[in-house]
């Protein structure tokens, strides 16, 4: 199926734009280069500026809100993500695997850009790939790109920079924040395609994770967004097929898989040297999965949620 990812995300700019100075965002024509929508560099942005990130990362094939929740009696928001469309959602779009490097610039890409690409090993396992005219990154990164960032992306592409649109926001920003939250059930996507499970079988999914407070810095930020889900995030997935498969894989799925949990992620990742292929990345995944199966009516859940690391990330 041909999901019109960068179709359905360009729209969603486009009804943006109007309201740019409402969700405290720029909007910035780039000199031979594309447009540039800054949601939390010079721009203020906040909580609508994030939640517009969250849906054009998903091409709009995502519900996502903000709802009411708890830490150990801490009323505290929470991130909401649910969706009928995991797979194209969440790995063809959402997913934030493609390391942008150009001359001084350097951002993670996510968005349907991606697809148009398909550089990625999930799009030559899962056979996607888009053709589109226009198209739309998301990037969370410090700088605005330049028109070379534009330009090697049309490399890539074959889409022309002026029908490039880039939304970008660091993460240290209320709507960068909001948006690495907003990648919970992607996390679990990711981790069940790493594992070797058949993501075909996802039919749909909800996620919640609470909302990080927006750090000082983007190093906190990367600390405070990574805890969220690691340790706060809660995911059910809807899924076809055998029970016996799912047993199997979904102790490995939840982050408590990892030999290094247990510790905010900022000190996992200093341990680390600051080098994330250096962590094991059997604890990029959410706290908590439960597997519905809508062909046998079974219920199955693995792992759990650690409030008291939330408090510890969070300064609660």
């Not at 899962?126 to 226009?134: D, F, I, K, Q």
């Not at 996620?207 to 407070?213: C, F, R, V």
Request: charged share 15%.
């Amino acid at each position: 199926m041909n999901w019109e990812l960068s179709q359905r995300a360009t729209h969603l700019v486009n009804s943006l734009i109007p309201s740019a100075e409402t969700l405290r965002i720029a909007v910035h024509e780039i000199p031979g280069g594309g447009r540039v929508l800054d949601c939390g560099i010079s721009a203020e942005g906040g909580l609508g500026a994030g939640l517009a990130l969250a849906q054009v990362c998903t091409a709009g094939l995502a519900e996502i809100s903000l709802t009411g929740g708890q830490i150990e009696g801490h009323g505290w928001p929470h991130v909401l993500v649910a969706t009928d469309h995991p797979v194209a959602a969440c790995l063809f779009s959402q997913y934030a695997g493609w390391q942008i490097g150009v001359e001084k610039f350097f951002a993670m890409g996510s968005g349907p850009m991606r697809a148009v690409a398909a550089r990625e090993e999930v799009f030559h396992k899962l056979a996607y790939h888009e053709t589109a005219t226009t198209t739309v990154g998301v990037l969370e990164g410090r700088k605005l790109p330049t028109a070379a960032v534009f330009q090697f992306l049309t490399d890539k592409t074959g889409i022309a920079p002026q029908q490039t649109t880039l939304l970008i926001a660091p993460t240290a920003s209320a709507a960068g924040n909001f948006q690495v939250v907003a990648r919970v059930v992607e996390t679990a996507l990711h981790k069940l395609f790493e594992l070797g499970f058949d993501v075909n079988r996802i039919r749909s999914a909800v996620g919640t994770a609470p909302l990080s407070p927006v750090a000082h810095d983007d190093l906190t930020g990367i600390g405070r967004t990574n805890d969220a889900i690691l340790y706060g995030g809660r995911v059910t997935l809807w899924v076809r097929g055998d029970d016996e498969s799912i047993a199997a894989i979904g102790p490995k799925v939840p982050s408590l898989a990892a030999a290094c949990y247990g510790e905010p992620f900022l000190k996992i990742f200093e341990k680390a040297g600051h080098d994330f292929y250096k962590i094991d990345p059997q604890l990029f995944s959410p706290a908590e999965i439960v597997f519905q199966n809508l062909d046998t009516g079974k219920v199955q859940t693995f792992g759990h949620i650690a409030p008291h690391l939330l408090k510890v990330s969070f300064g609660i």
